[in-house]
Nanobody, 114 residues
Framework: QVQLVESGGGLVQSGGSLRLSCAAS????????MGWYRQAPGKERELVAW???????NYVDSVKGRFTISRDNTKNTVFLQMNSLKPEDTGVYYC????????WGQGTQVTVSS
């Protein structure tokens, strides 16, 4: 019953920043894990960052020090602040929600030009 809507993608130059948002609605458990995957053309989907209900965060090595994941539980929203963007960060970013199973957002395109 959970629905996810991502926003904030776009086209930026190398070194620029974007802030992605993922708003969850429906029957949401307070015990959950949310995060972001990304997929570049011709590449396998990659887990980028995730955050638990205790606010513990994790990142793939390639984005550490550049990306920050956070959540606002009062608004059921997860954010991904992306700084110092590189062309290698280009792809479709998907938000997910996990409790007893996984639910996905529709994706938002991020394009970083060199």
């Amino acid at each position: 019953q959970v629905q996810l809507v991502e926003s904030g993608g776009g086209l930026v130059q190398s070194g620029g920043s974007l802030r992605l948002s993922c708003a969850a609605s429906g029957s949401i458990s307070t015990i959950n894990n949310m995060g972001w995957y990304r997929q570049a053309p011709g590449k396998e989907r990659e887990l980028v960052a995730w955050i638990g209900s205790a606010n513990i965060t994790n990142y793939v090595d390639s984005v550490k020090g550049r990306f920050t994941i956070s959540r606002d539980n009062t608004k059921n929203t997860v954010f991904l602040q992306m700084n110092s963007l590189k062309p290698e960060d280009t792809g479709v970013y998907y938000c997910y929600y996990y409790f007893t199973g996984v639910e996905w957002g529709q994706g938002t395109q991020v394009t970083v030009s060199s």
